[in-house]
């Protein structure tokens, strides 16, 4: 059976464990039905996912002009702390960047390998924590736009790490760190303008993947080799494990066309 299209992010679904759906083109595969089956994905193309232009990309799924472009690959997808939306000041598309920046945002803590700290839209909330592969998950603070859950973010990133090791996360499957411990201890780092947006209570999100550590971790790249098969193992984050313990990062690959052979 094939499948052809371009790579978007996979879609998750909140259960025990994942859900997870490979998107091409639109076309949605269930992946957890195909656990321990043999797939091969091979590369034939590219589709910016914003001009739609078959040339190589850059970053995020999109091509370099789009990329220094797109209200959708801005700085403040990275770094909210530089959002100024609720200025009414314009840094690409206004009227993007209001509809992403001025709607309610959570500050969060997340247990991968270690705790970190992060921020989200409160409608991406839990596919973000599952996108980054998290055990678990503590919503700390909720605020009314980007740019205030950003000044948080900073404040607390001093003392919790912000970014997720991908391999450490790749073998980690348990969690023995207590959030809400956490929480109570780094709170005092938030600046005091910004404490009305502590949360005094939220539920604790506990996430589990149709996964198992395998014995070695092997990132695989389409750019370096245009065809990746295996029997596939395992899903977390948005990484495929195949057999061998060769891993393919999803999120990184949007915008690449590919042809996907699913073998009995």
Not at 189 to 206: D, G, H, K, T
Not at 243 to 255: A, C, L, V
Request: charged share 25%.
């Amino acid at each position: 059976m094939k499948f052809s299209g371009q790579i978007l992010k996979m879609i998750s679904e909140y259960d025990s464990p994942i859900q997870y759906y490979l998107n091409l083109s639109g076309d949605l595969l269930h992946m957890n039905q195909l656990l321990y089956k043999k797939i091969i994905l091979h590369h034939i193309g590219y589709q910016c996912v914003s001009c739609g232009k078959d040339i190589p990309l850059y970053r995020m799924g999109f091509c370099k002009d789009c990329f220094f472009k797109s209200p959708y690959a801005s700085e403040t997808i990275i770094r909210p702390e530089l959002s100024q939306a609720h200025l009414g000041i314009e840094e690409r598309d206004l009227e993007v960047e209001e509809k992403i920046q001025l709607v309610p945002h959570i500050v969060y803590l997340s247990y991968t390998s270690e705790v970190k700290v992060g921020v989200t839209r409160e409608s991406q909330i839990p596919t973000r924590w599952i996108d980054q592969g998290a055990l678990q998950a503590l919503p700390i603070a909720r605020t009314e736009n980007r740019y205030e859950a950003g000044v948080i973010e900073v404040a607390l990133k001093e003392h919790l790490a912000d970014k997720t090791n991908y391999r450490q996360m790749l073998s980690t499957m348990e969690s023995n760190t207590d959030l809400n411990k956490t929480k109570q201890e780094i709170i005092r780092f938030i600046p005091e303008e910004s404490q009305q947006f502590i949360l005094p209570e939220s539920e604790l999100w506990n996430l589990k993947y149709p996964y198992e550590v395998p014995e070695k971790i092997t990132s695989f790249s389409l750019d370096k080799k245009p065809e990746l098969g295996g029997i596939l193992k395992g899903i977390k984050g948005q990484y495929l494990c195949f057999d061998e313990g060769n891993f393919i990062n999803i999120r990184s690959h949007e915008g690449y066309v590919i042809d996907l052979t699913i073998q009995n």
